[in-house]
């Protein structure tokens, strides 16, 4: 039994208990001596029809195609009101996956106790990160005949805000704090789901949506290309003191040629998406999913646009607020990234 799984799992929900055991199994060499079979790890990847979900499915058949070492299999998060990243993080917690994905932000809130889960009162002390992967960028779209050129122009016109509690909400929440704006400074300010916000888009009934992804995003596509939406910077002197207070958000761009109509790059912010683990899986369960991914980083950059860019000397620090774990500690200072 892998030695991570020493506790119950249960879902974030905290009403579908979730018991997860795996097996570590020693087999014998003919003619040699015992060895230790492919460490079984799971992650935990949040919804089926969730971004992380998609990454991690595809980190699993990387490490399932390329490597002896660990076999990968995912965790999928039970239906509930929890956002994706939170749900990953309590399940990594709780031991029922060694490893989870979950944006920088979550990840921050999670092991400081602030932000949305200020109020929760079990503390996700058992964190540890691993590496970083991706920016996930705040990215802000436009009807073009909205007039909408800067965050400023914002002000008194109808916006999405997002739902309560999801990723792109917790931002936006964060941008309205920094411009001492509130919902009453919009004309109508919407708390739709990121699938409805996309045909209220297309629909005039909100001149502006924001989106909380890696890039390419399909949602993105839709609304620059049928419904003439542009993509606008998320830049100033607000967001440049947001950013100097918040370590776990930085500077990010949208590539020129993203979408449709985008002549030059956008400027934004964002969190990153990150690989925790807890404290308690073993440091050799660690390592060797951490050299697994390493050794394979010129085929995770293959997985998926937003990966193309991996440097892996930025991935053992960028939007890591929980302490590093031992095992992958091991191995950046075995390979000299730290």
């Not at 029922?96 to 106790?113: N, R, V």
């Not at 708390?191 to 949506?209: M, N, P, W, Y």
């Not at 606008?232 to 207070?245: C, R, W």
């Not at 951490?290 to 990966?307: Q, R, S, V, W």
Request: aromatic residues 6%.
């Amino acid at each position: 039994m892998l030695a991570a799984r020493y506790k119950t799992g249960r879902a974030v929900t905290l009403r579908i208990p979730v018991l997860i055991v795996l097996t570590l199994i020693l087999t014998l060499v003919p003619g040699g001596g015992p060895v230790r079979a492919a460490e079984d790890v799971a992650i935990a990847a949040g919804g089926r029809d969730g971004s992380h979900y998609a990454f991690g499915r595809g980190i699993c058949r990387l490490l399932n195609r390329k490597t002896d070492s660990v076999t990968c299999s995912l965790l999928p998060a039970p239906k509930g009101d929890a956002p994706e990243s939170y749900s990953n993080l309590f399940n990594v917690h709780n031991g029922a996956a060694e490893f989870g994905l979950s944006g920088s932000d979550w990840q921050h809130y999670a092991t400081s106790g602030t932000g949305p889960v200020k109020h929760v009162s079990e503390k996700l002390n058992t964190l540890r990160s691993v590496f970083s992967l991706h920016p996930e960028p705040v990215t802000l779209v436009a009807r073009r005949d909205a007039d909408i050129g800067s965050l400023d122009d914002l002000k008194g016109k109808r916006v999405n805000l997002g739902r309560p509690t999801s990723k792109t909400r917790n931002s936006v929440d964060l941008i309205l704090k920094s411009k001492n704006w509130s919902p009453g400074d919009f004309m109508l300010a919407e708390e739709l789901t990121g699938k409805d916000q996309s045909l209220a888009f297309c629909h005039d009934r909100v001149q502006a949506i924001f989106v909380v992804s890696a890039h390419p995003n399909e949602a993105v596509e839709q609304v620059t290309k049928l419904c003439d939406g542009v993509v606008v910077d998320l830049v100033g002197e607000k967001i440049d003191a947001l950013l100097a207070s918040t370590p776990h958000l930085a500077k990010a761009n949208v590539a020129e040629g993203t979408y449709p109509g985008m002549s030059k790059p956008a400027s934004t912010f964002g969190a990153a998406l990150t690989v925790v683990t807890s404290k308690d899986v073993p440091d050799d369960v660690v390592y060797q999913f951490t050299k697994a991914i390493f050794d394979n980083i010129g085929e995770l950059k293959k997985l998926h646009p937003a990966l193309r860019d991996l440097d892996p000397a930025a991935m053992t620090k960028s939007g890591l607020t929980a302490p590093l774990h031992p095992g992958a500690k091991r191995f950046y200072t075995e390979q000299g990234l730290m």
